[in-house]
């Protein structure tokens, strides 16, 4: 079974930085495309950013020129680096792969279906 884990949000400030990290099966993590979505509050779930096996990238609006999505192949570990963060990017993030056949979303040429559990990040102005 496919399992996504990912690291703890957090609090901040408005145009503090948190970086979220995510941990994959080797299998999983250098085989599929992998991503990061978010659900404000109110809000449907939206693709953020991902990245796919050939390193190509994909980024909302949004957060373009704040967030960076990256990898350590050592460590099976996706990033979700995010700075200059504003108040409306307080948000359940998850991370997902495009392996498996669980609600499935289709985002940056990709087609994910695996997912973390969610973590909490909150931005206050």
């Known amino acids: 079974q496919v399992q996504l884990v990912e690291s703890e949000g957090g609090s901040v400030q408005a145009g503090g930085s948190l970086r979220l990290s995510c941990v994959a099966s080797e299998y999983i993590f250098r085989s599929y495309c992998l991503g990061w979505f978010r659900r404000a509050p109110g809000k449907e779930r939206e693709g953020i950013a991902s990245r796919q096996t050939d390193g190509s990238t994909t980024y909302a609006d949004s957060v373009k020129g704040r967030f960076t999505i990256s990898r350590d192949n050592a460590k099976n570990t996706l990033y979700l680096q995010m700075n200059s963060l504003k108040s409306e990017d307080t948000a359940l993030y998850y991370c997902?792969?495009?392996?498996?056949?669980?609600?499935?979303?289709?985002?940056?040429?990709?087609?994910?279906?695996?997912w973390g559990q969610g973590t909490q990040v909150t931005v206050s102005s």
């Open positions: 997902a792969a495009a392996a498996g056949d669980r609600d499935v979303t289709y985002y940056g040429g990709c087609r994910f279906a695996t």
